[in-house]
Nanobody, 119 residues
């Protein structure tokens, strides 16, 4: 059973930083694409940052220049560095990894972690 364990959330003030971590119980972590998503209160979940297995990254416009997605393949861990946080960044953040092998797609989600930014 694959598990993704998230950590690093919390309550911070506007302008401060957090680092979210997501450690996966998988082998061959480098084969997985990574996504960080968030769901603000009363809103739909949205993709915040993604990284392909090859290391290419994308970001939603609202976090460009402030958030950075990264990974440590040796430790099977994905990171999301959140800088210059704003109250509108308040949400539950989820990590996801997925890969395709032949006709099979393997997709796993973390449990979610709360980030609250006060003004």
């Amino acid at each position: 059973q694959v598990q993704l364990v998230e950590s690093g959330g919390g309550l911070v003030q506007s302008g401060e930083s957090l680092t979210l971590s997501c450690t996966a119980s998988v082998s061959a972590f480098s084969l997985y694409a990574i996504g960080w998503y968030r769901q603000p209160p009363g809103k739909q979940r949205e993709a915040v940052a993604t990284m392909t297995s090859g290391g290419n990254t994308t970001y939603v416009d609202s976090v460009k220049g402030r958030f950075t997605i990264a990974r440590d393949v040796a430790w099977a861990t994905a990171y999301l560095q959140l800088n210059n946080l704003k109250p509108e960044d308040t949400a539950v953040y989820y990590c996801q990894i997925h890969r395709t092998s032949g006709t099979e797609t393997y997709s796993y989600w973390g449990q979610g972690i709360q980030v609250t930014v006060s003004s």
